[in-house]
């Protein structure tokens, strides 16, 4: 680990795989290419086979709520990637506006699932490999919704709940694999212009009102604070959740 800062050598991804999950996504497109260019050799993985990626990046299909699916994914990378193995957890849902007290038990299960059991799972499955090439790096995407605003007007109690559960996971693995050499972080992003987003058309102008900045966040905003919690110029953040709202909670 570089832990000389004086360089942008501590900013050099050669000869680290990265896994991204949700990289058909907004976010995770991006995750790709900044990480693709940063000298990474990237894995990228979705519900269906990540398009238009830059060539060089290996791609596949992987369902992060599937256990079975899970482990039998890392397994591969395992054997195809020698060296050393990050992990960016990208993928996540956001359910349509339901009140907490219509909302069903399936809807409440269907959102963590995948947004925390996902996380969860990708992370434990990749851990074996990464504690047995002695250090690593994983970066999840939390949000500022649960920890530091509720999100509002729309009601969205399982994504709150489930993305205040990411910080709470990060930091308990920062803890539990820390000494093992793996840096565990995650980004708390604001609103982010990306397809996530576009179907809320109608609460843009009351989000854009607590805005410092005046506008959301571009998905290469966030995939730059990601390749920082990647390497080695966060070679002291353990368990570290960056806020990157624009000010938003802070109105
Ligand atoms: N867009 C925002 O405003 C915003 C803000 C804060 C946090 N985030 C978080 O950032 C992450 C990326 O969001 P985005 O805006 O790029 O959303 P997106 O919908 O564009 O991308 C999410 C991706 O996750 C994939 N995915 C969903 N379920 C999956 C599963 N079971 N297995 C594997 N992949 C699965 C989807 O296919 C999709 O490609 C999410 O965790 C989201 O909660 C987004």
Known sequence: MTIDQTTTVARDLTDRTVVVTGAAGGIGKEVVRRLHAAGAHVVAVDLR??????????????????????????????????????LVNAAGIVEDDVAAAEMSAEQFRGVLDVNLVGVF???????????????????????????????????????????????????????????????????SPGYVDTPLLAKKHHQFDEWMRDIVPGRFAQPAEVAAAIHFLLSDAASYCHGTELLMDGGYSLR
């Open 121 to 187: 799972l990708t992370s434990q499955a990749l851990h074996r490999v990464m504690a047995e090439r002695g250090e690593a790096a994983i970066v999840s995407i939390a949000s500022m919704s649960g920890n530091h605003v509720v999100n509002h007007p729309q009601k969205q109690v399982a994504y709150n709940v489930s993305k205040a559960g990411v910080t709470a996971l990060t930091k308990t693995l920062a803890v539990e694999w820390g000494p093992e050499g793996i840096r565990v972080n995650c980004v």
């Open 49 to 86: 086979e990540p398009g238009d990626v830059p060539e060089g990046v290996t791609t596949g299909t992987v369902d992060i709520t599937d256990p079975e699916s899970v482990r039998a994914f890392a397994d591969r990378v395992a054997a195809e990637h020698p060296g050393r193995l990050d």
